[in-house]
C-alpha cells in the first residue's frame, strides 16, 4: 500500500465511502488494513454460509490522471465460503475471477500508474489493456484461551495484463499477502486487537513484438521529465514490493451508554524497480520507500434506545520518498497529511426503519519536491460531506437499504481535479427466497465534476452485483 | 509462548524490520548546471587571431536520458539548470559565417555531473572543412511491414568539398567479421600495423581508383542501392529505389537480380554469394580508396575516406578504430522506416554520435 492506498483509506474513514466500491481492484489501491484481523472472525461470524455473485464495475469520464485509462469495464464472480467449526475455530475461504477492460490507457505499462513512487515503464502509444486473473483468500480464528483467540490469513492474487499496441506489454502482478492476528475480548464487549501483515506484490513487465519482427522500444521514466530508453525485441522490467502492516484495534465501554473505539495503523513498504542483467541476476535501477501511520478514535453514545450517536476524529500521514540507486540521489519526495472528524447518528424509526446521517470535515495537506523535474508542490484543501441513509423492510420480506450523499474536495488527490463536487448513492436490496437462500441485488454509484488545468471534468463510476446467500447449520 | 516472550518477539521483528530498511539518501538529484562557453577562431590568416564567441552555436548534450540541444546566446554561453545527474558528453557546432563548406566543431566527454556542482566548460571550436565524400545517410532497418522485408537499404554518399570528386575504384566495405574468440570485433586494428580486421562484404565502383570517370560534383548526393528497383511494389510503405545512381550488384551470386539502368558495384569476394545487405541495427560501413587492394589482411586506415559504426543501444561496446570513428551513431528500430542520417549535410567531425541523427523518414538523394 502506497500513497493511493492511504488516501483511499482516510476518505474511507471520513466519508465512510468505499473506493474499493468503484476501484479497479489493483492490490495497491485497496483499503488499510488490507484485510480484517482473521482473530475477529470466530468472534464475529456467527453462521456457516455460502456467498456468491457477479459483480460489473464502469467507470468513465474526462476527469482523469494523464496515466489513467479512459475508460474502465470489470467483470468479477467472486464466492464466500464460511464454516463455524464450533471448538474448533471458524474458517472463511474467499475465490474470485476478474475480468478487466482498461480501455486508451496512455504510455504506461503499468498496472497502476500512480503508486506514488517515481518509476514508471512506458512507451509511446495509446492501447487497451485486457486485465484478468484469480484471487484465493483462508482465513482461520480459533479460540485459545477463553475469550482469546488468533487468526492467520493468506491471500494470493494473479493478475495478468497485456497490452493491445505497440510494446504488447505483457504484465503479470503477483501479490502474496499473509499475517496473524490476535484479539482478547471481555463478556462485556471491551476488546483490544492486534493484526501483524506481511505483503509481497511484484509486477513482471515483458515488452515484445507480437511477430517477433520489430523492435520494442520502452521508456523507463524517473520522475515526470526523464526517462532511460531500452530497445530490443524483447525487455524485461520487475517491479517488486515488499511491506508490512501493523493495526491495532480497541473497544472500551466507559460506561453504559458510552463506549470509545480506537483504531491505529502503522505501515512501511520498500519498493524496487529492478532490470534484468544475465539470466538470474537482476540490478536495482531505483527504490522507494513508503510510511504511513493512521489513526481514529470514536466516542459512540446511546440516547435512549432509538438513537446512537457517533463522533470521531482521524489523522494521519504518510511519508514516502525515490533514490536512484547506482548514484545514491533523491530524486522524488512527497508527504500527505489527512486529519478531520465526523459526527453521525443513527435512529430507529421503527422496529423495520432506520435513519441515519453522517456529516464529515477534514483537511488534506500534500508536500511534493520531484527534484529530477525540479518541480514543486504544495496543497492544502478542505473537504467536507453530508449523507443520509435510511433501511427498511418492505411488505415485511425484502429488506431495502439506500443512501444518498454529497462532498466537496478542493482538491482529489486520488483522482486528479480541483474544486471537485461528488454526488454519490447507493441500494442495497436483500430478498430471502427460503429461509436458508437469500438473493441479494446492490447498486453504487459516484460521479462528480472538478476542474482540470484546462477545463471543467467530470467522471462516473458505478457498479451493480448480485450475490446468493445460502446459509447452512 | 509466554506473553513476555510474544511481546519481545513481536519488537524484535519489528527492530529488525527498520534495521533492514534502505537509508534515505541525502543527496539530491536534479541540482547540477553546466555552463558550456564555445569560442571559435575565424581568422583566415594563421597569423592573426580573430576569436570571437560562437553565438547562436548548437550545444547538444547526449547522456543516458537521451538527446538535448541548446543554442547558444550571442556570448557563445549555454546555461542549463537543474540537470539530472548523468555523465554527459557535449558537442558544439557551428557554421561559419561566411564559407559554408566550413564548420566548427568542439566535443568534450565524459563529464559526470554529479548532484549539485555547477561545471563550467570552454571549449574552443576547432575548423572542420567538408574535405570530400562522407556517408551522409544509412537506411538499414527496413519499411513498416510484418514480412520481414528489408531489401530497400541504401547508403547516401555526399560531397561536400566544393571539388569535384570521383568514385572511380572507390570500395564500400560492411565490416562485420572479427567475432572469433580473442578478437575484439569488427573493424579493430588487431595487429596494431595501421589496418581494421572484419570486412565480410567488399564491393567495388569500376574504374581504377585516382581515375576520373566517374565524377561526383560538390553538393552532389550518391545514392548506392541494396536492390535498385521499386520496393513499394512489394511493400507499400518502402521506397522507390530504381532510380539510385548505383547498385549493389553480387554478380557471384544466383540469386542476385541486377537493374541494367543503374551501374553496379561488384563484389571482390567470390566467396561470398549472396547479395549486398547489412545489419539492421548493428553493423560497420567503410568507403576507403581503393589504393589498398588486398582487404585479406585488412584494410589501411589511411585509405579509409569515411567510416560510420552504428548500434541500437548507447551501451553497447564499440569496436570500430577510434582513427575511423571516435564514437558510433545510434539505430533505429528495425522494420520502422527511420534512417540515420548526418545532422548537416557531409558535416563529418569523425564522431557519429554527434554527427548523426535518427530521421522518422529516409531521404534518399536528398537532405
Known amino acids: 500500500m502506497k500513497r493511493a492506498t492511504f488516501i483511499s483509506l482516510l476518505l474511507f474513514a471520513l466519508t465512510g465511502s468505499s473506493p474499493a466500491q468503484e476501484s479497479t481492484r489493483n492490490s495497491l489501491l485497496?483499503?488499510?488494513?488490507?484485510?480484517?484481523?482473521?482473530?475477529?472472525?470466530?468472534?464475529?461470524?456467527?453462521?456457516?454460509?455460502?456467498?456468491?455473485?457477479?459483480?460489473?464495475?464502469?467507470?468513465?469520464?474526462?476527469?482523469?490522471?494523464?496515466?489513467?485509462?479512459?475508460?474502465?469495464?470489470?467483470?468479477?464472480?467472486?464466492?464466500?465460503?464460511?464454516?463455524?467449526?464450533?471448538?474448533?475455530?471458524?474458517?472463511?475461504?474467499?475465490?474470485?475471477?476478474?475480468?478487466?477492460?482498461?480501455?486508451?490507457?496512455?504510455?504506461?505499462?503499468?498496472?497502476?500508474?500512480?503508486?506514488?513512487?517515481?518509476?514508471?515503464?512506458?512507451?509511446t502509444t495509446l492501447g487497451n489493456f485486457r486485465i484478468s486473473g484469480p484471487e484465493v483468500r483462508f482465513e482461520y480464528g480459533y479460540e485459545i484461551l477463553p475469550r482469546f483467540a488468533v487468526g492467520f490469513i493468506v491471500n494470493y492474487r494473479l493478475m495478468d495484463g497485456l497490452k493491445d499496441a505497440f510494446t504488447n506489454a505483457h504484465t503479470i502482478l503477483r501479490s502474496v499477502d499473509y499475517g496473524g492476528g490476535v484479539k482478547l475480548q471481555t463478556e462485556g464487549g471491551d476488546c483490544l486487537a492486534l493484526m501483524i501483515l506481511g505483503l509481497d506484490d511484484q509486477e513482471r513487465i515483458?515488452?515484445?513484438?507480437?511477430?517477433?519482427?520489430?523492435?520494442?522500444?520502452?521508456?523507463?521514466?524517473?520522475?515526470?521529465?526523464?526517462?532511460?530508453?531500452?530497445?530490443?525485441?524483447?525487455?524485461?522490467?520487475?517491479?517488486?514490493?515488499?511491506?508490512?502492516?501493523?493495526?491495532?484495534?480497541?473497544?472500551?465501554?466507559l460506561a453504559s451508554d458510552w463506549t470509545i473505539i480506537g483504531n491505529g495503523k502503522f505501515f512501511f513498504s520498500g519498493f524496487r524497480s529492478l532490470f534484468p542483467s544475465g539470466y538470474l541476476v537482476e540490478y536495482e535501477d531505483g527504490y522507494s520507500q513508503f510510511r504511513s501511520i493512521a489513526g481514529e478514535v470514536i466516542l459512540t453514545h446511546k440516547v435512549g434506545?432509538?438513537?446512537?450517536?457517533?463522533?470521531?476524529?482521524?489523522?494521519?500521514?504518510?511519508?514516502?520518498?525515490?533514490?536512484?540507486?547506482?548514484?545514491?540521489?533523491?530524486?522524488?519526495?512527497?508527504?500527505?497529511a489527512d486529519y478531520g472528524g465526523y459526527i453521525d447518528g443513527k435512529y430507529r424509526l421503527s422496529e423495520k426503519t432506520h435513519l441515519s446521517l453522517l456529516a464529515t470535515i477534514g483537511n488534506i495537506t500534500t508536500d511534493s519536491s520531484k527534484y529530477i523535474d525540479n518541480r514543486f508542490t504544495t496543497t492544502d484543501g478542505i473537504r467536507y460531506g453530508v449523507r443520509a441513509g435510511i433501511s427498511t423492510k418492505v411488505m415485511d420480506v425484502a429488506q431495502v437499504e439506500l443512501m444518498a450523499g454529497i462532498q466537496h474536495l478542493d482538491f482529489d488527490v486520488m483522482r486528479g481535479g480541483k474544486n471537485v463536487n461528488a454526488l454519490e448513492w447507493n441500494a442495497l436490496v436483500s430478498y430471502p427466497l427460503t429461509p436458508k437462500l437469500l438473493l441479494m441485488g446492490g447498486y453504487y454509484g459516484d460521479t462528480r465534476r472538478g476542474d482540470l488545468p484546462s477545463k471543467r471534468a467530470s467522471r462516473g463510476a458505478h457498479s451493480i452485483g448480485l450475490s446468493i446467500k445460502i446459509l447452512q447449520d | 509462548?509466554?506473553?513476555?516472550?510474544?511481546?519481545?518477539?513481536?519488537?524484535?521483528?519489528?527492530?529488525?524490520?527498520?534495521?533492514?530498511?534502505?537509508?534515505?539518501?541525502?543527496?539530491?538529484?536534479?541540482?547540477?548546471?553546466?555552463?558550456?562557453?564555445?569560442?571559435?577562431?575565424?581568422?583566415?590568416?594563421?597569423?592573426?587571431?580573430?576569436?570571437?564567441?560562437?553565438?547562436?552555436?548548437?550545444?547538444?548534450?547526449?547522456?543516458?536520458?537521451?538527446?538535448?540541444?541548446?543554442?547558444?546566446?550571442?556570448?557563445?554561453?549555454?546555461?542549463?539548470?537543474?540537470?539530472?545527474?548523468?555523465?554527459?558528453?557535449i558537442s558544439v557546432r557551428a557554421p561559419h559565417p561566411i564559407d559554408p563548406a566550413i564548420f566548427f566543431v568542439a566535443s568534450k566527454e565524459n563529464i559526470d555531473l554529479v548532484a549539485s556542482p555547477a561545471v563550467a566548460e570552454t571549449l574552443f571550436l576547432q575548423p572542420i572543412s567538408a574535405s570530400g565524400l562522407v556517408i551522409n545517410e544509412i537506411y538499414t532497418p527496413g519499411p513498416v511491414n510484418n514480412i520481414f522485408y528489408f531489401y530497400d537499404q541504401f547508403i547516401e554518399l555526399y560531397n561536400a568539398s566544393n571539388d569535384v570528386k570521383y568514385l572511380d575504384g572507390l570500395q564500400v566495405s560492411r565490416v562485420s567479421g572479427n567475432n572469433e574468440a580473442g578478437q575484439h570485433g569488427p573493424g579493430y586494428d588487431?595487429?596494431?600495423?595501421?589496418?581494421?580486421?572484419?570486412?565480410?562484404?567488399?564491393?567495388?565502383?569500376?574504374?581504377?581508383?585516382?581515375?576520373?570517370?566517374?565524377?561526383?560534383?560538390p553538393r552532389q548526393f550518391v545514392v548506392l542501392a541494396a536492390s535498385a528497383i521499386d520496393h513499394r511494389r512489394m511493400v507499400s510503405t518502402s521506397i522507390d529505389l530504381s532510380r539510385a545512381d548505383w547498385e549493389f550488384y553480387n554478380q557471384y551470386s544466383a540469386t542476385d537480380v541486377d537493374n541494367p539502368s543503374v551501374p553496379n558495384l561488384l563484389n571482390q569476394r567470390s566467396d561470398r554469394t549472396v547479395e549486398f545487405l547489412i545489419n539492421l541495427v548493428s553493423d560497420v560501413i567503410v568507403v576507403s580508396s581503393g589504393a589498398d587492394s588486398v582487404w585479406q589482411d585488412g584494410l589501411r586506415i589511411d585509405t579509409i575516406l569515411d567510416a560510420v559504426e552504428y548500434h541500437s543501444s548507447v551501451t553497447v561496446r564499440k569496436t570500430l578504430d577510434s582513427r575511423c570513428d571516435r564514437s558510433f551513431a545510434l539505430s533505429p528500430p528495425r522494420y520502422s522506416g527511420q534512417s540515420m542520417r548526418r545532422r548537416s549535410p557531409g558535416m563529418d567531425s569523425n564522431n557519429s554520435r554527434f554527427d548523426f541523427e535518427i530521421t522518422t523518414v529516409c531521404t534518399p538523394g536528398k537532405h
Not at chain 2, 534515505?24 to 577562431?41: C, F, H, L, N, Y
Request: with cysteine; proline share 4%.
Open chain 1, 30 to 123: 485497496r483499503m488499510t488494513p488490507v484485510y480484517q484481523n482473521p482473530a475477529c472472525l470466530f468472534f464475529d461470524e456467527v453462521s456457516s454460509h455460502t456467498l456468491l455473485g457477479p459483480t460489473i464495475r464502469t467507470i468513465d469520464g474526462d476527469m482523469r490522471r494523464l496515466y489513467d485509462p479512459g475508460s474502465l469495464e470489470e467483470y468479477e464472480f467472486s464466492s464466500q465460503v464460511v464454516r463455524i467449526l464450533g471448538s474448533k475455530g471458524t474458517f472463511r475461504a474467499n475465490a474470485s475471477y476478474v475480468y478487466e477492460n482498461r480501455n486508451e490507457v496512455w504510455s504506461s505499462l503499468r498496472m497502476n500508474a500512480y503508486e506514488g513512487d517515481g518509476f514508471l515503464p512506458a512507451d
Open chain 1, 206 to 253: 515483458e515488452s515484445k513484438s507480437n511477430d517477433d519482427l520489430r523492435d520494442v522500444e520502452v521508456f523507463s521514466y524517473r520522475g515526470d521529465t526523464y526517462a532511460t530508453r531500452r530497445r530490443s525485441m524483447t525487455l524485461e522490467e520487475m517491479l517488486r514490493t515488499k511491506g508490512i502492516e501493523t493495526a491495532l484495534e480497541f473497544r472500551y465501554h
Open chain 1, 305 to 336: 434506545t432509538d438513537l446512537v450517536l457517533r463522533g470521531g476524529c482521524t489523522g494521519g500521514s504518510a511519508l514516502s520518498w525515490s533514490r536512484i540507486s547506482s548514484r545514491q540521489l533523491l530524486f522524488w519526495e512527497w508527504d500527505a
Open chain 2, 1 to 89: 509462548m509466554t506473553r513476555q516472550g510474544f511481546i519481545r518477539t513481536v519488537c524484535i521483528l519489528l527492530l529488525a524490520l527498520f534495521l533492514a530498511c534502505d537509508e534515505k539518501p541525502v543527496a539530491v538529484d536534479g541540482r547540477s548546471s553546466i555552463t558550456v562557453v564555445a569560442k571559435m577562431d575565424t581568422s583566415s590568416d594563421a597569423t592573426v587571431q580573430s576569436i570571437v564567441p560562437a553565438r547562436n552555436a548548437q550545444v547538444i548534450f547526449t547522456s543516458e536520458y537521451g538527446v538535448r540541444t541548446h543554442i547558444a546566446d550571442a556570448l557563445g554561453r549555454t546555461i542549463v539548470t537543474n540537470m539530472p545527474a548523468s555523465v554527459y558528453a
Open chain 2, 190 to 217: 588487431e595487429r596494431g600495423d595501421g589496418q581494421i580486421q572484419g570486412v565480410t562484404y567488399i564491393f567495388q565502383f569500376p574504374g581504377r581508383p585516382g581515375g576520373h570517370q566517374y565524377p561526383v560534383q
